[in-house]
């Protein structure tokens, strides 16, 4: 069963508490995204990005209006449904990659499989097949810090995608790196896009937004701009990556 949108978000309202004082960060957001769209939500720090992007992630609930999650009416689900739903469709890619640090790149691809409770076997096949194809190959046995910030997103990613998602949001996911590293993350979701995968990134970089086909503006916690991108203002990463300056050392041994 496939829904006309993945994402549609109803008059949406948060509300963060901090005692006494009500932080409106979300003032009513209304919004629709296609399954197979890849959107920038863009806007000034302190804007809301973050906490929609946590909203559509279902690691947090509106205070107020409807959302729904490719046809679900995510608001009604207990904690554990909304987990379960999460780990299901939703990947998650953030600025600090999120890696954790004892662990290996394998093992870290590994660790949200156990969730899934899939076999071990079938867990170590998933993920190294989703590093060989983020170009890290030679990288498996390797810790988060014997990698380059390029590679730990990467790694980030193919942890990610080992489990499948319907939809990838990545908050700020170039915002920690040099402009190749950066547009090598973003060839990678273009080609995921073009699988099919639904894809929402907040950036600052307008040139970053412009690798996707709909640009979302917030502000004070509206969207207040919903543009798409004309097909040729839109930035291909592979065709830039072809004219770019060769890689730092490592980061390229795809
Ligand atoms: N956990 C929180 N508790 C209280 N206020 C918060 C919390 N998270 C975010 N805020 C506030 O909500 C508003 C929106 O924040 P955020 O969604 O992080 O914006 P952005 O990602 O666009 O920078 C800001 O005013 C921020 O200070
Ligand atoms: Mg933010």
Redesign the pocket.
Known sequence: MSAAFMLEVENVTKV?R?GRIK?P?LRGVTLAIRPGEMVAVM?P????????MNILGCLDRPTGGAYRLDGEEVGKKSDRELASIRNRKIGFIFQSYNLLPQLTALENVELPLIYRGLPARERRRRAEEALVRLGLKDRLRHSPRELSGGQQQRVAIARALAARPEVILADEPTGNLDSRAGEEILAVFQELNAEGITLVM?THDPNVARHSERILR?ADGRIVSDERVRPQERISARELLAVLPAAEEGVNEK
Do not use: E, H, P
């Open positions: 963060y901090l932080v960060a806007g720090s302190g804007s809301g990005k973050s906490t929609l907040v917030l």
